[in-house]
């Protein structure tokens, strides 16, 4: 029952007396003739509704659960009184790269799991709220919190993706004159060169980016470590050197037939779809093929739902697990089955099948079981003695993820010190074995949530200022 038609309704069991209601959709019909989001956001009534859900919990295991230390309870607490112009301020000054946040949640969520009321009533909707401020501070012309008198020091970021942006921003914030560097033609990274339209707007990154350069932030794209940039050269010409850079290449399907004509990297298929296209890469072609995805993460599915959108005859996805252990998240999933996307579970691939021309045809596949979980708290995977089955198929894509982001090994960048997986070694304040060289993300962890990625770049301003504070007070 809507809460606003009840006049004996109280706050104070609103998460009792009022269903969560998520942001509306467009209908799938709609949607999969273009690129744009999919949801659309909560309209005033409907988003202080939603946050008067909030019980305010006096030790809230939702911003404990929150990798960005997003300041939850008192968001939703000026939400639900209506007063969304202080929300969105109190958002702008806390939350790093707010609008990002609340359209590619970095912590896939995690508050709204550790709400209280799960088990008991569906969760507050915490990140479409957030979203509804952030769209409504901009708005309504809201501007961030100032930024520290320039110190007169120089630092350099390399990598433009969220560590790179995340770093950037707060360095700027605390008075630095910031130089991001890039290999990519454009600045933000897979957002901006690798996510479809439905799943992030590249004009939040764009508008991001505008913000950095208006607060002094400049960027150099196109801009290769170790052929046109040297390490030394950074090292003289800034203070200090921040490496975040987390491109690394898609973990290749290695089974027989692998190398067939019509097998493809889903990450390149779902960049091409965009404005993440490299020259020279091979493209795809779908419309009126049967499209066979392996792999069950968010890159899975992205490729499903581009597929569909570039008319492919049927889209299919083999996961060698369940979905309730696959990876994507669970609004993506739910999205592309509204698509038309077609899931076979507990099914790993063991070869791809050809014709006498070399083109796909299949996809060999045979059963597989769950066991106890494994070091990553997944269940283990083992194929079963069943028969094997072919999936028919004219084009495959490989969604396995991605390796591990590695620094070039070329020129001085050989000295920072990497551990024997190639991760650079940093100390506790995330610097490297060079001075003034600190590092952050999946270049140091390997393959690592995004959650970690942020905080790591977080962390790591914080440690760079510290150590350029104490090199001027030895002055």
Same mark, same amino acid.
């Given at each position: 029952m809507n809460a606003r038609l009840r006049p004996d309704w109280h706050a104070k069991y609103a998460w009792r007396e009022v269903d969560r209601v998520d942001p509306p959709k467009r209908p799938a019909k709609n949607r999969v003739s273009d690129f744009r989001e999919t949801s659309q956001p909560y309209d005033e009534a409907t988003a202080r509704e939603q946050a008067s859900r909030c019980i305010q919990c006096p030790n809230p295991s939702c911003v404990a659960a929150c990798p960005l230390e997003t300041p939850i309870v008192?968001?939703?607490?000026?939400?639900?009184?209506?007063?969304?112009?202080?929300?969105a301020q109190l958002l702008f000054a806390t939350t790093t790269l707010p609008e990002i946040a609340s359209h590619v949640c970095p912590g896939g969520r995690r508050c709204e799991a550790a709400c209280v009321l799960e088990g008991r009533a569906e969760p507050v909707p915490i990140r479409s709220i957030t979203r509804f401020l952030v769209d409504y501070g901009w708005k309504h012309g809201l501007s961030e919190p100032p930024v520290a008198p320039l110190t007169g020091r120089r630092v350099a970021v390399i990598g433009s993706g969220i560590c790179g942006l995340v770093a950037a921003d707060a360095l700027s914030r605390r008075g630095y004159a910031v130089t991001v560097l890039d290999s990519r033609q454009k600045p933000g990274g897979r957002m901006m060169n690798g996510l479809p339209g439905f799943r992030v707007d590249t004009k939040l990154v764009g508008r991001r980016v505008e913000l950095l350069e208006r607060r002094g932030v400049r960027f150099r794209m196109n801009v290769v470590c170790g052929r046109d940039v040297h390490l030394r050269d950074l090292r003289r010409e800034f203070d200090a050197v921040f490496l975040g850079f987390n491109r690394s290449d898609a973990v290749p399907l290695e089974v027989p037939g692998a190398a067939l004509r019509g097998v493809f990297p889903a990450d390149a298929f779902v960049r091409q779809s965009g404005s993440g296209a490299t020259p020279?890469?091979?493209?795809? %072609?779908?419309?009126?093929?049967?499209? #066979? *995805? $392996?792999?069950?993460?968010?890159?899975?599915?992205?490729? @499903?739902?581009?597929?569909?959108?570039?008319?492919?005859?049927?889209?299919?996805?083999?996961?060698?697990?369940?979905?309730?252990?696959?990876?994507?998240?669970r609004?993506?999933?739910?999205?592309?089955?509204?698509?038309?996307?077609?899931?076979?579970?507990?099914?790993?691939?063991?070869?791809?099948?050809?014709?006498?021309?070399?083109?796909?045809?299949?996809?060999?596949?045979?059963?597989?079981?769950?066991?106890?979980?494994?070091?990553?708290?997944?269940?283990?995977?083992?194929?079963?003695?069943?028969? %094997?089955?072919?999936?028919?198929?004219? #084009? *495959? $894509?490989?969604?396995?993820?991605?390796?591990?982001?590695? @620094?070039?090994?070329?020129?001085?960048?050989?000295?920072v010190v990497v551990d024997e997986r190639g991760r650079i070694v940093v100390d506790a304040g995330q610097m490297t074995n060079l001075p003034g060289v600190f590092a952050g993300g999946s270049i140091v962890r390997g393959p690592a949530p995004l959650s970690e990625v942020v905080c790591d770049a977080r962390e790591a301003a914080a440690a760079m200022d510290r150590y350029l504070a104490a090199r001027r007070s030895n002055r």
């Amino acid at each position: 029952m809507n809460a606003r038609l009840r006049p004996d309704w109280h706050a104070k069991y609103a998460w009792r007396e009022v269903d969560r209601v998520d942001p509306p959709k467009r209908p799938a019909k709609n949607r999969v003739s273009d690129f744009r989001e999919t949801s659309q956001p909560y309209d005033e009534a409907t988003a202080r509704e939603q946050a008067s859900r909030c019980i305010q919990c006096p030790n809230p295991s939702c911003v404990a659960a929150c990798p960005l230390e997003t300041p939850i309870v008192e968001l939703l607490a000026l939400a639900a009184d209506g007063q969304f112009k202080e929300a969105a301020q109190l958002l702008f000054a806390t939350t790093t790269l707010p609008e990002i946040a609340s359209h590619v949640c970095p912590g896939g969520r995690r508050c709204e799991a550790a709400c209280v009321l799960e088990g008991r009533a569906e969760p507050v909707p915490i990140r479409s709220i957030t979203r509804f401020l952030v769209d409504y501070g901009w708005k309504h012309g809201l501007s961030e919190p100032p930024v520290a008198p320039l110190t007169g020091r120089r630092v350099a970021v390399i990598g433009s993706g969220i560590c790179g942006l995340v770093a950037a921003d707060a360095l700027s914030r605390r008075g630095y004159a910031v130089t991001v560097l890039d290999s990519r033609q454009k600045p933000g990274g897979r957002m901006m060169n690798g996510l479809p339209g439905f799943r992030v707007d590249t004009k939040l990154v764009g508008r991001r980016v505008e913000l950095l350069e208006r607060r002094g932030v400049r960027f150099r794209m196109n801009v290769v470590c170790g052929r046109d940039v040297h390490l030394r050269d950074l090292r003289r010409e800034f203070d200090a050197v921040f490496l975040g850079f987390n491109r690394s290449d898609a973990v290749p399907l290695e089974v027989p037939g692998a190398a067939l004509r019509g097998v493809f990297p889903a990450d390149a298929f779902v960049r091409q779809s965009g404005s993440g296209a490299t020259p020279g890469e091979p493209t795809p %072609e779908v419309r009126g093929r049967r499209v #066979v *995805v $392996l792999g069950g993460g968010d890159t899975a599915m992205d490729a @499903l739902r581009t597929a569909i959108r570039r008319g492919a005859r049927e889209a299919l996805c083999v996961y060698r697990r369940d979905a309730a252990t696959m990876a994507a998240d669970r609004e993506e999933y739910a999205n592309a089955l509204e698509e038309g996307a077609q899931f076979v579970f507990l099914s790993q691939p063991v070869a791809v099948i050809g014709n006498s021309a070399g083109e796909v045809t299949a996809v060999r596949c045979r059963n597989t079981e769950l066991g106890d979980p494994d070091v990553s708290e997944q269940p283990e995977v083992k194929l079963r003695a069943d028969i %094997e089955f072919d999936v028919p198929a004219d #084009v *495959v $894509l490989v969604a396995y993820g991605f390796g591990p982001a590695r @620094l070039p090994r070329v020129g001085d960048f050989a000295e920072v010190v990497v551990d024997e997986r190639g991760r650079i070694v940093v100390d506790a304040g995330q610097m490297t074995n060079l001075p003034g060289v600190f590092a952050g993300g999946s270049i140091v962890r390997g393959p690592a949530p995004l959650s970690e990625v942020v905080c790591d770049a977080r962390e790591a301003a914080a440690a760079m200022d510290r150590y350029l504070a104490a090199r001027r007070s030895n002055r």
